[in-house]
């Protein structure tokens, strides 16, 4: 038999089983939202007294009572004991050791059930806030950086094969882009999925009290109560928003942790990262290995198996409250601490890594990456563009027979392409760059246009 006192003891002959007590407790993963838990509390004594289930001084002694046990707990003097179950039950029963009979009075007209909803989403709010932050602060290492580096090209890739030329403020500024998105997806957490306060559906039904939902939804922040008890206590959606756009987000993080790995790889070397996000080998005197961007592209495993893992959890259990969903807290914890971990270092590797421009450069030389210009520059002299990229692909193969780069194409091979009497123009990669012009295209003008527009975007968060 395990010791303390239980809140809901009164029903039970026997205390439960240390082996059970142990399975049960989730102390250990909820105390982290203390001071939401007794957020909530506060707005629901406050609530009970207001329309007359609680008498003033009843209402007073509470609120001084929370403010003790949130002292407590920031100042660490808070003791966990045996029967505190959770961290709803932690705070009740301080509550009660502290203020007596007043305490036993403050769980009417409310539930666990509804506590922990509740709890869940005020905990949820303020992680999704630093979160908003800290995606601003990546964005604009992005910006700035991409805003040394509009000059600069580098081939961009299709399948990992070298393809076209791209500016490298316009490979940075995809992922700003996707950043973007993210930025608003969490936004719509923010706003949409944690709109409504479960606070005051009770264990399932409702409670017996003239209780008034939509005071203590305003008071923590809600826009309004939600409008169905049992949905109120069964339901996750809101952590399974969240845990979707987390998941994108490390989608996103996870290929630019990839990129930066083969980037800093000998084979390739477009950018030294810095020593303060790299480290040694234990072994292997030499090496600097790229760490930070190997653990940027690992950690989207977690996050998403953290999404999959709550859906699976919530999926056929029966209306209304199940005891599984207690596990909810170990996925949205898991996730949130994996982005809180991952954003600053990013941000951190993005603004020292230095970009080794020159080896872009002679990267593309490559002989090919004009191709497609070529067959452009045919077909603006009335070619069919089929016909073109025909003519174009047998003056490849006849340049890559004698190892030279389309530039430097003979008349033979040209005549032999079929394209007798053309004069190859300017086959640079600056001038494939250039050529680029279209909408969100690689032309400096464009990537200019863009860079400006993502500013401006990013400067309204
Ligand atoms: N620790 C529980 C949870 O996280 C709180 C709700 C418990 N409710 C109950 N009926 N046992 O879900």
């Given amino acids: 038999m395990s010791d303390g006192v239980r809140l809901w003891g009164g029903r039970f002959e026997g205390g439960p089983s240390e082996a059970f007590d142990r399975l049960n407790a989730s102390f250990a993963v909820d105390s982290r939202m203390w001071a939401h838990?007794?957020?909530?509390s506060r707005a629901h004594a406050q609530m009970l007294v207001a329309t007359?289930?609680?008498?003033?001084?009843?209402?007073?002694?509470?609120?001084?009572?929370?403010?003790?046990?949130?002292?407590?707990?920031?100042?660490?003097s808070f003791f966990v004991q045996p029967g505190d179950e959770d961290i709803h039950t932690a705070v009740e029963r301080r509550l009660t050791e502290?203020?007596?009979?007043?305490?036993r009075r403050l769980h009417t007209g409310r539930s666990r059930n509804d506590q922990v909803a509740t709890d869940v989403l005020l905990y949820l709010r303020d992680a999704v806030d630093g979160q908003l932050a800290a995606v601003a602060v990546l964005a604009n290492v992005l910006l700035s950086q991409a805003e040394r580096h509009v000059e600069?090209?580098?081939p961009g890739y299709t399948h990992l094969q070298r393809a076209q030329p791209v500016r490298l403020a316009h490979h940075l500024l995809a992922y700003v882009q996707m950043l973007i998105r993210d930025h608003r997806r969490l936004r719509l957490v923010r706003d949409e999925s944690l709109a409504e306060a479960p606070l005051g559906a009770g264990a399932l039904s409702g409670v017996g009290f003239p209780i008034d939902r939509q005071m203590t939804a305003e008071a923590l922040g809600f826009v309004r109560p939600t409008a169905n008890s049992l949905d109120s206590v069964a339901s996750r959606d809101a952590v399974a928003d969240y845990l979707h756009a987390a998941a994108t987000l490390c989608v996103h993080t996870s290929r630019l942790g990839e990129e930066l790995v083969i980037w800093a790889s000998d084979e390739v070397g477009f950018v030294e990262l810095s020593d303060a996000f790299t480290s040694g080998s234990s072994m292997l005197p030499q090496k600097k290995n790229p760490d930070a961007a190997e653990l940027a592209r690992a950690k989207v495993a977690r996050v998403v198996s953290d999404y999959s893992g709550l859906q699976s959890l919530v999926a056929k259990l029966p209306l209304a409250y199940n005891k599984d969903l207690q596990e909810d807290k170990h996925f949205l914890f898991d996730a949130i601490d994996t982005v809180e971990l991952l954003l600053p270092a990013l941000a951190g590797m993005l603004e020292g890594a230095v970009f080794r421009t020159d080896r872009m450069?002679?990267?593309?030389?490559?002989?090919y990456l004009a191709a497609t210009d070529l067959a452009d520059h045919l077909v603006r002299a009335g070619w069919p563009f089929r016909r073109a990229h025909e003519a174009v692909g047998l003056l490849v193969r006849a340049c890559l027979a004698r190892g030279v780069g389309l530039a430097d194409a003979n008349s033979a091979e040209i005549t032999d392409a079929g394209m007798a009497g053309i004069v190859l123009p300017a086959l640079t990669a600056e001038a494939s760059a250039e050529a680029k012009v279209s909408a969100g295209g690689t032309s400096r003008a464009r990537v200019i246009e863009q860079w400006d527009a993502a500013r401006a975007e990013v400067g309204r968060w």
């Fill in 152 to 154: 600069a090209l580098l």
């Fill in 361 to 367: 450069a002679a990267a593309c030389q490559d002989g």
């Fill in 52 to 76: 007359g289930v609680l008498s003033d001084e009843d209402g007073k002694s509470i609120a001084d009572g929370l403010d003790r046990v949130a002292a407590e707990f920031s100042d660490g």
């Fill in 37 to 40: 838990d007794i957020a909530g």
């Fill in 98 to 103: 502290l203020i007596g009979d007043a305490g």
